[in-house]
């Protein structure tokens, strides 16, 4: 699958991976169970979305069917990253839209401590480590 979602921390980070060629049908499914646990959430739940390894993506218009997730109130920080400016602008117009706040990072560990630096709560240190491994 070229998107995967789970938790990253148990109910305060959802880690969304993407990697080679990522097709509507995918993100659809990937979005669908990020809405799932969100709901499941009993508060705000930042999503880093780690698409270093992306090589293709759905186009913005079909990105933006996906507006209930980047919509949803239990959404914190969206957390970007890549080193592909496409991604990266079409998440800054897909969070302008939404009132979401983002951020963009070319490094997981950056993206992290920005997030460590935001959020008091999280696990601390907060790694690429962290997200791979975390058990409360």
Do not use: C
């Not at 993407?18 to 799932?36: D, P, Q, W």
């Not at 186009?59 to 109130?73: D, G």
């Not at 839209?97 to 630096?117: D, M, P, Q, V």
């Amino acid at each position: 699958m070229a998107v995967e979602v789970d938790w990253g921390v148990e109910n305060r980070i959802l880690y969304t991976r993407g990697s080679g060629n990522v097709t509507v049908a995918e993100f659809k499914a990937a979005m669908s169970k990020g809405l799932g646990l969100l709901e499941t959430a009993p508060v705000n739940v930042h999503d880093v979305f780690d698409f270093l390894e992306v090589e293709q993506h759905p186009s913005l218009p079909q990105l933006l069917e996906f507006r209930s997730f980047f919509s949803h109130p239990k959404l914190g920080w969206m957390i970007i990253v890549s080193q592909n400016k496409t991604i990266t602008f079409f998440s800054a117009l897909i969070a302008g839209i939404n009132n979401n706040r983002l951020r963009a990072f070319t490094s997981l560990a950056e993206a992290l401590e920005f997030l460590a630096s935001r959020d008091e709560t999280l696990p601390n240190p907060l790694t690429p480590q962290t997200l791979l491994t975390y058990t409360e």
